[in-house]
């Protein structure tokens, strides 16, 4: 069977854990926060109102789309597409294709960046592996302005980061949605992550600070496999009635 992202492709054991899944969209909650086209995302209501809901619905498609057969993913894509279209329609404006790409780019850096945070560095073939499946997937939204390989994409990633990102009210009020749903020490803890993940531009625009208390923990994990974030940092991480969600995501769908 032809499947979208190949069985024995890297992206597949990215997306099959539970942990580099949550990882991934720390970072990226961080970045949507700065993201000049935020203002789409609060025109639904749905991240703000829910944002820890909206992640688990996003991780869904995305989950869909990497182990699903090739025509189902496909499905799932144009799906994607049609869902952003409606959304154009009903606010009569169009969304730019660098809000696109920005948010295509968000998934392979914190791919990368969620991966060797908790396992191990990634070879440059991985790496253009990664770029590959996500380019495949813009290319089928039918996004525009794409990078052609890994390389080109490092310097259009970086040229995204010092021209479309700012702070705004949309900043402050993501922030405090994101403590308001996940209760004061989750979101410290949340801010330990991103701050392990964050480009230094980003982070130097939320104030993270420097000092990560949870560097040494996941040193721990990685060189001794003593624990199981699953069992320790994700349970700390994101509260109980997402248990059911959480344990879904060490499952290939």
Not at 117 to 135: H, P
Not at 156 to 183: C, D, P, W
Not at 215 to 226: D, E, H, S
């Amino acid at each position: 069977m032809q499947y979208f992202v190949d069985e024995k492709s890297i992206v597949r054991k990215i997306w099959g854990k539970a942990d580099t899944v949550l990882f991934i969209f720390a970072g990226a909650a961080a970045e949507f926060a700065l993201n000049k086209a935020v203002d789409w995302l609060y025109f639904t209501g749905k991240l703000p109102n829910d944002p820890i809901g909206r992640l688990f619905s996003t991780v869904v498609y995305a989950r869909q789309i990497i182990f699903a057969p090739y025509l189902a993913a496909i499905k799932a894509i144009d799906k994607i597409t049609a869902i952003h279209q409606g959304v154009e329609q009903s606010r009569g404006a169009k969304i730019p294709d660098w809000a696109y790409r920005d948010v295509l780019f968000m998934l392979i850096d914190y791919s990368i960046r969620a991966y060797e945070a908790l396992e191990k560095k990634l070879t440059l073939n991985e790496k253009q592996e990664i770029f590959d499946v996500f380019y495949r997937l813009g290319k089928q939204m039918g996004i525009t302005g794409l990078p052609q390989n890994y390389t080109q994409w490092i310097n259009a990633r970086e040229n995204h980061l010092q021209n479309h990102l700012m702070v705004s009210n949309f900043t402050i009020n993501l922030y405090q949605q994101y403590q308001k749903n996940l209760g004061y020490f989750r979101y410290q803890l949340l801010k330990q992550t991103q701050l392990l993940l964050l480009p230094k531009t980003v982070n130097k625009m939320l104030l993270l600070g420097d000092f990560c208390w949870l560097r040494p923990m996941l040193q721990l994990y990685k060189l001794t496999g003593v624990f199981k974030l699953n069992t320790f940092l994700i349970q700390l991480l994101i509260p109980k009635k997402y248990a059911q969600q959480i344990k879904d995501l060490d499952k290939t769908p």
